[in-house]
């Protein structure tokens, strides 16, 4: 059974960072391709930044790109997210996910299996 958990979360003024950190357990983290989405309450959970399993390509919701960095660590088993110059509407509940597949479909929440109970993230403005 594969774990995921996410931490890191808090609260920023605008303009600040924070930096996300996922780990995963219990299967092939090495083989996984790896995303972070985020979800407000009432509203559908967005793609926000995926990794494939190399490590080789990133991709970036249009709304973070040059202010956000995924990366992962194969010796610990993490994926992170570096979120600079954070804006009062990056906040939301950050989720990191799991695909074992490697989809082509990488911005699609169902191409992801596992998924942890979410890390906050709150942005004053």
């Known amino acids: 059974q594969v774990q995921v958990e996410e931490s890191g979360g808090g609260m920023v003024e605008a303009g600040g960072s924070l930096r996300l950190s996922c780990t995963a357990s219990g299967g092939t983290f090495s083989r996984y391709q790896m995303a972070w989405f985020r979800q407000a309450t009432g509203k559908e959970r967005e793609f926000v930044a995926s990794i494939s399993w190399s490590g080789a390509s990133t991709q970036y919701a249009d709304s973070v790109k040059g202010r956000f960095t995924i990366s992962r660590n194969y010796a610990e088993n993490t994926v992170e997210l570096q979120m600079n110059s954070l804006k009062s509407e990056d906040t939301d509940a950050y989720y990191c996910?799991?695909?074992?597949?490697?989809?082509?479909?990488?911005?699609?929440?169902?191409?992801?299996?596992?998924w942890g109970q979410g890390s906050q993230v709150t942005v004053s403005s």
């Open positions: 996910e799991a695909d074992p597949w490697g989809s082509s479909r990488y911005s699609e929440q169902a191409s992801y299996d596992y």
